[in-house]
């Protein structure tokens, strides 16, 4: 059999070298797509954070990805306290997480081994030039955890704004008045209203008021946010007869006065007057004395030009030898103006 010429020989054995170096160098890029491809996800994260989390930037995921917060948090609160979570932003990590229903991958940011926000993605429909599939953030969403909450408490005739942007009905809800009588409640009412206003990063909010074009009062007790109410000529008389009262009343319950004596105060023929008339008195602890302590009074409200409320609180102690028994009252107590001065016609108990 004849030889096989020389060049063939280098011929197959070049086409040899080629398909072997094909075929790993197919094998390499195949590898390389598939490594590429995995990254994507991490990549769109990290895109995230680079463009506005690193900067401090919290607020435009809002708009951009879904993140819920209040319509009420402004964005120099929401970036603010962003900020002073995570600092200068270098210390953020990324890890894969639980993917929940309708998204293709999931992964939590931390921050100093703090989770501060998940980012839940979904994979392109399209694919690229190169047959590949990116990754879209779709939705964007903070712990729970990181969400503060601002209560606030107004009435129903005044105008609020909470960080400049008008409350409405839908939020502030009318609290209820007690069983009173129906001269009572006759005309506009003034309700006392509250909310929590939810989904803020920064709880300290700024709180406005208007009433009748005037600007209204603003305080702060214990964390929670008070309008305070327009004051007029009869409200110290209101709060005057509020306080007697309440004194009797205590003394009265505890059988060191007569029905008389508390009656004076009261508008008869109400539901309260009957009850308290009624009152089993018998059942006061036993002593031989007392006095008050700790008397306070105010958070006067106007409901229409005949009700007011006045809240109440003070200590009654009961002196029994060297013994010192206490009864607390703290209490709203609405009063009528009548032709012979304002007159209680209920007491409810305050709460908070």
């Not at 063939?8 to 170096?21: L, N, Q, R, T």
Request: glycine content about 6%; aromatic content about 14%; proline content about 2%.
């Amino acid at each position: 059999m004849a030889k096989k010429p020389l060049f063939y020989k280098i011929y197959f054995c070049v086409i040899a070298v080629f398909v072997a170096a094909l075929t790993a160098g197919l094998f390499v890029l195949h590898s390389f797509l598939k490594t590429y491809e995995a990254s994507q996800p991490e990549s769109a994260v990290n895109t995230l954070i680079e463009k506005y989390l690193e900067k401090g930037d919290i607020y435009s995921l809002k708009e951009k990805y879904s993140l819920k917060l209040s319509d009420f948090e402004t964005e120099e609160n929401a970036n603010a306290a962003f900020k002073n979570l995570i600092g200068d932003g270098k210390d953020l990590k990324v890890y894969k997480t639980v993917t929940p229903s309708g998204y293709d991958l999931a992964y939590c940011i931390k921050s100093n081994d703090t989770r501060i926000l998940n980012v839940y993605l979904s994979k392109d429909k399209k694919y690229g030039k190169f047959g590949l599939s990116g990754y879209t953030v779709s939705l964007t969403a903070l712990p729970e955890s990181m969400y503060k909450t601002a209560t606030v408490h107004t009435y129903s005739l005044a105008d609020t704004y909470i960080n400049g942007k008008k409350a409405d009905g839908k939020l502030l809800q009318n609290e209820q008045l007690p069983k009173l009588p129906k001269t009572a409640i006759s005309g506009n009412i003034n309700y006392k209203q509250s909310a929590k206003f939810e989904y803020l990063l920064n709880e300290n909010i700024k709180l406005t008021a208007k009433y009748n074009g005037s600007d209204l009062e603003t305080e702060i007790k214990d964390g929670v946010y008070f309008v305070k109410g327009v004051y007029d000529d009869l409200s110290k008389e209101c709060e005057n007869t509020a306080l007697e009262a309440a004194k009797a009343y205590t003394a009265y319950m505890q059988n060191d006065t007569s029905f008389a004596n508390v009656s004076k105060y009261l508008l008869p023929d109400t539901e309260f007057y009957k009850n308290v008339k009624t009152s089993m008195v018998i059942f006061a602890w036993e002593h031989n004395g007392y006095e008050f302590e700790n008397v306070k009074s105010g958070d006067i409200h106007k409901f229409t030009d005949n009700l007011y409320s006045v809240r109440v609180s003070l200590t009654q102690v009961l002196k029994l030898g060297a013994k010192r028994y206490r009864d607390n009252f703290d209490k709203y107590v609405y009063l009528l103006k009548t032709d012979s001065g304002f007159k209680v016609v209920d007491m409810q108990s305050a709460e908070g």
